[in-house]
């Protein structure tokens, strides 16, 4: 069981907190760059228990500002995106993607307007993502992921707010046994699901049959990884400090490949990005990426035509299909990719926020005992003033893999 001043240590976001102080220490992925229109409306945000506002100006550059405008605080989701800035309708005040205030209505026409600054942060814009550089001081080198090189048709993102604390869906993917229950069903019904299970491991009571698993851990510069094998695979994930895990998808050297990554909005709610990419060449029609998204008619919430998940409704769960046997979960998408997502969100969002000191672990649950285990190191380590974890470490070849192979099944 984990102690409760760990627990709050890995779950308090807020300005403060060492998790706060350790997440700034990265770029971090704020906005999805189709939601930021040239000469349009600033699109408000929240990140780490803070407000922004990000907007493209008219020459087309994306910016991102604290919300509050440095005059008298009145929101900058209110201002007119004007050529050359923002300008607040409070007192018209405006500035630049860089926060240079060009104009100040309030002060007389000899003043040095250069001398005023709006709190505007470094931004990087690449394969439809806007990150943004939310520490102090300058801004460090981006540092380089898997897809982070690759044309843009290459990529595919796609964001929503899950109800949940930030932690909890990288516990999930570190929790890979999960998949073999909650997504057995899902995985057995999919195109290419004969691939994941053997047909010769165990099976429960009703009727379940699932391959279990031996895990593997190990510290990494930039967080860990940890690898699982089961009766017909191997799969080796990667979690790269603070909040990007790359798992698996299917195998094959030109398959897609993804990740998620875990952004703070508050203690509570969490921005949620699903990133899928392959470094051979553009995403294919037939390939993960496409089947699970090309159809998701709002990207910015690839959840939301599939109707509201609350636990009023069971996070949208069909009783009668799992009575009739066509839903292990009851959960069922438009795609794999939807029906997968959706059972994790009904998992993780019905946990609530805390309860990590109430749980009895299991050995399947090694890398997720590992991996909280190492996130606490690191974020004590930055507080005792080591630099962020793997942040200048270029990370252009650390992604998940997917091996078949012919192994035992591992005795439990």
Same mark, same amino acid.
């Given at each position: ?5 760990? &627990? ?34 600033? %699109?408000? @945000?929240?990140?780490?228990? $803070? ?30 995106? &004007? ?61 380089? #992921? ?23 869906? #990288? ?27 053997? *047909?010769? *491991? ?21 967080? @860990? ?11 080796? @994930? ?7 895990? %790359? ?7 030109? $398959?897609?490949?993804?990740? /998620? ?36 008619? !709002? ?5 939301? %035509? ?26 069922? *998408? ?9 059972? !994790? ?14 749980? /009895? ?14 996130? #606490? +190191? ?11 974890? *793997? ?11 997917? +091996? ?9």
């Amino acid at each position: 069981m984990m102690r409760e001043e760990d &627990e709050r240590l890995l779950i308090e976001t807020g300005p403060g907190t060492p998790l706060n102080r350790f997440m700034r220490g990265y770029w971090i992925p704020v906005l999805r760059s189709v939601q930021l229109v040239a000469g349009g409306a600033p %699109h408000r @945000f929240t990140v780490l228990g $803070a407000s922004y506002v990000g907007f493209r100006g008219l020459d087309g550059r994306a910016g991102v500002m604290d919300e509050a405008c440095p005059h008298r605080g009145a929101s900058l989701a209110l201002a007119r995106n &004007e050529p050359g800035g923002l300008r607040c309708i409070y007192h018209g005040w405006k500035m630049d993607v860089e926060g240079r205030v060009r104009e100040a209505p309030t002060h007389p026409e000899e003043f040095h307007v250069a001398s005023l600054r709006a709190c505007a942060h470094p931004v990087r814009e690449g394969q439809g993502i806007v990150w943004a550089w939310l520490g102090g001081g300058p801004a460090p080198a981006f540092r380089p #992921l898997a897809f982070t090189d690759l044309p843009d048709d290459h990529v595919m993102a796609a964001t929503l707010v899950a109800h949940c604390g930030w932690l909890q869906p #990288l516990e999930t993917l570190w929790d890979i046994f999960h998949a073999q229950i909650l997504h057995n069903q899902t995985n057995r019904n999919s195109r290419r699901g004969s691939v994941y299970f053997s *047909g010769r *491991g165990r099976t429960l009571d009703n009727g379940v049959n699932y391959d279990y698993p031996q895990t593997l851990v190990e510290a990494t510069p930039y967080g @860990f990884v940890h690898s699982n094998v089961d009766a017909i695979k191997r799969t080796h @994930f990667r979690f790269i400090a603070p909040f990007i895990q %790359h798992h698996t998808l299917e195998p094959g050297a030109t $398959a897609d490949k993804g990740l /998620q990554i875990s952004v703070p909005i508050d203690d509570e709610h969490t921005l949620l990005w699903m990133v899928f990419y392959n470094r051979t060449g553009p995403l294919a029609p037939d390939g993960f990426a496409m089947r699970g998204l090309a159809g998701v008619p !709002d990207l910015n919430d690839f959840m939301a %035509h599939l109707g509201p998940r609350t636990a009023d409704n069971r996070w949208g769960q069909n009783r009668r299909a799992m009575e009739r046997g066509e839903s292990l979960s009851g959960i069922v *998408g438009d795609t794999m990719l939807t029906s997968i997502f959706g059972e !994790d969100l009904m998992a993780i969002e019905s946990q609530g926020i805390r309860g990590r000191t109430r749980e /009895q672990l299991a050995v399947t649950d090694r890398a997720l005992a590992f991996g909280r285990r190492r996130l #606490l +190191e690191m974020i004590r380590e930055h507080e005792a003033g080591a630099p962020p974890a *793997g942040r200048d470490l270029d990370l252009t070849n650390v992604e998940a893999v997917y +091996e078949l192979q012919a192994v035992e099944a591992v005795p439990g």
